[in-house]
């Protein structure tokens, strides 16, 4: 613990930590919101579904490209402008009474517009700390953002059943607002410049643990949100309980993070990490009351911010200061279509076959994340003795006398 003590002693990492924690807090907001908030009008988590798959093809396709002009027009600006308008379109959902189709339209404005803090926060933590401490800081940024992905839903649950799934969309707003002014109040955010890349936009993705990551990523990611949808359907209607085991999976999550982020990173360790998730999966599958769901998920939280740890480190070793942040957009592009996909599918299964549907759903994404982080563990970087930092810019020229 005293190396992460260390690292928010760090001049101004606490604070950087913090503010893209609370600008980023609707990622793990919006889904649950708009779930309930579709389930509740049109009486369909299927038709939930279809909103939620278009807000996370927005955010999607909008991941490398946002990321990209940051190296362009700047980090404060770009933004800046999709802060404003993901906060409009978000209001529109919250308040208008709309058909199906209007509200996937707005879902899809929402998503195209999220504001690309994760690449922009990855970007600026390597000049904020020395090559020893990097590793260890994307092990306590992923830790930290379970709360994003799993304290979030927590809150948003709570407010949506006991208030009102309109507060609970106002309320992701409010984070966004406030966290994203946070976060543009950052000094770091004007020091850091990112350089204008010089290759081709998706020619990052020729790098074979850019690729891993994005498509381990889609598949963790999507086993999460298939939870959630099963923890929702189970123990949602009425009462803290679905709030409560989510709460006990971010914790997990959390301790795992913290215990595990000291471990050195080699080609093996997203695959066993990511096996530990399909365990925790496919227990609460077949699980039958609120102790024994709890318990199954501590088993796949455990390992969850762990793996997510590896392929942040494993992207930042493999690419060049210029590229990082659009590979980060893509491991982001990957992780939104896996919630997309994992709360449609788990949407449909709910409605056909009961809350169970959820829980196997998830454990099916989840034993394909192993699958692959298993066959292709060659692509993932040794990183055991070597600092985590991106490849330099430029290259050292070689001078021959004579």
Known sequence: MNLYVDLLRTPGVARI???QLTARFPSGMMSLAYLLH???IFDSYGAAGLVLAATSIGQAVAGPLTSRWMGVWGMRRVLTLTTLVCAASMAAIAFLVLPLWSYMLLGLVCGLSFP?????VRTIYPKMVNSRQLTPLFSLDASAQEIIWIAGPVVVTFVSLQISTTVGIALSIVF???????FLSSPEVSRVRIPRSRRKLGVVLTRP???MAMVVGFLVVGSTAAIEAGVVAEFGHGGADAGIILAIWAVASLLGGLGFGHIPIGPWALARRTIVIFVGSALAA???DFWTVALALVVAGLCLAPALAAMFAMVSAS??????AEAYGWVGTGQLIGAAAGSAIAGFLIDANGPDGGFWVAAVFALAGFAVAAVFHRAAPDLRGRDASPLPDTEPVQVHPG
């Open 319 to 324: 690419v060049k200061f210029s590229d990082t």
């Open 176 to 182: 966004l607002l406030g966290g994203g002014l946070w």
């Open 286 to 288: 077949v699980a039958w």
């Open 17 to 19: 930590i913090a503010a």
């Open 116 to 120: 690309p803090v994760q690449p922009a």
């Open 38 to 40: 579709m389930e509740r």
């Open 209 to 211: 643990p850019v690729l």
